[in-house]
């Protein structure tokens, strides 16, 4: 009885505060400044404590990765850079080998449209730095050609074990444009681990989904290539990623002509005719180097391209406005204005090997 009387009033105070408290908030969200870009995490329905505590972990495992993969700021990837360079070889860090295992599969299966191994060329037309958008005269075409001439690629390297080298000095690893979506997939991969079940990471140019936001599925936004606005929205299911590749993001202005961050490892060349391209698929790094490769492939190759990716999901925007889709992305996205000029393909057959646009 006693025990009853001690502790009844404050009992009772307790559940009568709970129950006039606002319920514990359903999102938990995180802002990460990292990869010269905010990251915004969303974790929906785990217990606050847990869920500060997995996006506190995400952050910490963000900055080794930003640090391990930075092309241009002293880092391991530095160092590597200039070990292939002097011909030499170099024990990478285990954040860089799946990295760099990955990257040169998705190299492959792109038809080398997608080629971290360009770095030289990206430093050349003056992307290595932290200033996005600027005005500078474009590089001299003759040293662009020479670059090309070497043709630098991941195919040039010779991993063994944890030492990479390069048959090839002309090879620089730049992997900004796979680095983020292999970034979604590892942060998927640490949540789960961490017992989170759903979740939204948005890295600037992409996101990767866990699970649902509460009974419907996580809905994002893809950007519009001209101007603030979107060009609409798609929904994903858990485990996949949707990544945007654009002219818009980083750009040189010079006399009025545009030059993309996106360079042709054929030509040397800022892409022209793709002004964004964006890919849906199951693992972050795929969607992110399948952008980038599409706007690299344009019109043209887009379709041959994305099969020899294992893409069936993806959109094209040209400079004129035209829309290029296949029938399964059309069937996602939810166009926030009816697009004016669309052509939906489907995916073409498998073809022989030796018809390789590079
Ligand atoms: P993203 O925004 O994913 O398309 O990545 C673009 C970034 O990837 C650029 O800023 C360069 O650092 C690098 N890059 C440019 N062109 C290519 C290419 N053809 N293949 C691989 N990486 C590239
Ligand atoms: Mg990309």
Known sequence: MAVVRRFGLPLLLALGLAACAPPPPQLYQER???????????????????AKAAADQVARDLHVMHRDWHPWEPGPLTELNAAIAAGQDYRVTPSLLPLIRVSLDLERRSHGLFDP??????????FHSDDIHKTKPPPDP???????????????????????????PAVKLDFGAVAKGFAG????????EL????????LGGGLSALGRHGERPWRVGIRHPQGAGILGAVTLESGEAVHTSGNYERYNEYEGIKYSHIIDPRTGRPVTEIVSASVIAANGALADAAATALVVAGSRDWLEIARDLGIELAMLVDEQGTLYLTPGMLERVEFDQPPKSLVVKNLPGATPAGGSPR
């Open 32 to 50: 990460i400044f990292v990869f010269g870009t905010l990251v915004d995490l969303g974790i929906w329905g785990a217990p606050p404590e847990r």
């Open 117 to 126: 191994g360009i770095g030289r060329l990206v430093a050349l037309w003056g």
């Open 142 to 168: 003759g040293l662009v050609a020479e670059l090309v001439a070497k043709r630098p690629s991941m195919e040039d390297l010779i991993i063994e074990g944890d030492r990479v080298g390069s048959r090839n």
């Open 185 to 192: 997939d590892l942060v998927l991969a640490r949540l789960r």
């Open 195 to 202: 017992g989170i079940e759903h979740a939204l990471i948005n």
